[in-house]
Nanobody
Framework: QVQLVESGGGLVQAGASLRLSCAAS????????MGWFRQAPGKEREFVAAFRWNGGTTYYADSVKGRFTISRDNANAKNTVYLQMNSLQPEDTAVYYC????????????????????WGQGTQVTVSS
């Protein structure tokens, strides 16, 4: 099994930056892809970004393209994926979740939630205007 621990959320003003971290442990060799999703109050959980574990291909939702960057730090086997969020706006306010796909279901549909089978606990990001 893979365990995920997220960190880095907080309260910031519009225009600020935050970096979220998702540390993966356990059977990380089984990870095919890692994604970040978010859920705002009263809304459905939505795709934000994804990172192909081997190869490094990245994908982004149109709403964050050019502002958010997903990357992986695997130095010293840390297996941590980051979500660098710049130019944050109030509409970015949400609980952010990282998730992994260990079944290679997200190869084509990287934005589809059910393709990710292991989820973190979520971290709150609040952007004030």
């Amino acid at each position: 099994q893979v365990q995920l621990v997220e960190s880095g959320g907080g309260l910031v003003q519009a225009g600020a930056s935050l970096r979220l971290s998702c540390a993966a442990s356990g059977r990380t060799f089984s990870v095919y892809q890692m994604g970040w999703f978010r859920q705002a109050p009263g809304k459905e959980r939505e795709f934000v970004a994804a990172f192909r574990w081997n190869g490094g291909t990245t994908y982004y939702a149109d709403s964050v393209k050019g502002r958010f960057t997903i990357s992986r730090d695997n130095a010293n086997a840390k297996n941590t994926v980051y979500l660098q969020m710049n130019s944050l706006q109030p509409e970015d306010t949400a609980v952010y979740y990282c998730a992994v796909d260990t079944r290679a279901l997200s190869a084509r549909y990287y934005y589809t939630l059910p393709n990710y089978n292991i989820w973190g606990q979520g971290t709150q990001v609040t952007v004030s205007s």
